[in-house]
């Protein structure tokens, strides 16, 4: 079933429940404090967060999922598990304005914490996805749950996938779009965030800024280190004594 409108079309930054306050940390992080102040409107389709390792990618996703109902550790709106309490408060301060008429699945797939997933479904009477390498076994959630027009979370799902089954991937989410289904990814990965139609938010000290694929300073620095690698390692396998 195809609906009129995404299954989230704003995240609002108003607090909800009576969870812990926000860590101080939080409001260091540029993006986290643009989204508290000014809130993130959600494209129809698929949406990309691209930036370094600690830009905020992941928290914001973490605190989306977590806002919709899902577990901070993955999976659906239809099982919840936990191993080890990690994430941030940030989903407390966050109210997601939902589209009218749709529905609740949703799907959170986080590569840091997908064992525990897949343990937790052998528990419940899931498949055996231990039995698989890892990344046979994220195509094989892919195939199984990534398969109704509903709200699904990524984070750092190019960990697991060769260059052919990063492709498999972006079919994927192709096809989630076009069934009227919603995405919010976070990536370092310029083959996932090449995908025709998506939007892409790059994430960095000035917060979140709308840009291109072809913009992107991740395109930029895998393109000219494709083009001549040695001169990246000459700096980065440079003796101290050399520099």
Not at 26 to 44: I, N, W, Y
Not at 136 to 144: D, G, I, N, T
Request: net charge negative; proline share 7%.
């Amino acid at each position: 079933m195809r609906f009129d409108q995404p299954p989230v079309v704003r995240v609002k930054p108003e607090r909800h429940g009576d969870g812990p306050p926000l860590e101080p940390w939080l409001l260091d992080v540029p993006a986290v404090q643009q989204v508290l102040r000014d809130g993130l409107d959600l494209a129809p389709g698929v949406t990309f967060l691209v930036g370094e390792n600690g830009a905020g990618k992941s928290t914001l996703v973490e605190a989306v999922a977590m806002a919709y109902g899902l577990s901070p550790e993955g999976g659906s709106t239809q099982g919840w598990h936990r191993t080890r309490p990690s994430e941030s408060a940030l989903h407390n301060e966050l109210t997601l304005q939902r589209g009218v008429g749709t529905g609740s699945w949703g799907f959170f797939l986080r590569a840091e914490t997908m064992h525990g997933w897949y343990t937790y479904q052998e528990g419940v009477g899931g498949h055996d996805l231990h039995a698989m390498s890892h990344g046979e076994s994220f195509l094989e959630v892919l195939r199984r749950r990534f398969d109704s027009p509903g709200f699904y979370c990524l984070d750092e799902p190019e960990a697991a996938l060769s260059f052919s089954s990063s492709l498999t991937l972006l079919r994927t989410l192709h096809d989630i779009a076009e069934g009227g289904g919603q995405v919010l990814c976070a990536t370092h990965s310029p083959i996932v965030a090449s995908l025709p139609g998506a939007r892409v938010l790059e994430v960095g000290p000035w917060g979140l800024r709308e840009t291109t694929w072809d913009d992107l300073d991740l395109v930029h620095h895998w393109r000219a280190y494709l083009a001549a690698p040695g001169r990246y390692l000459r700096h980065v396998l440079a003796d101290d004594d050399d520099e």
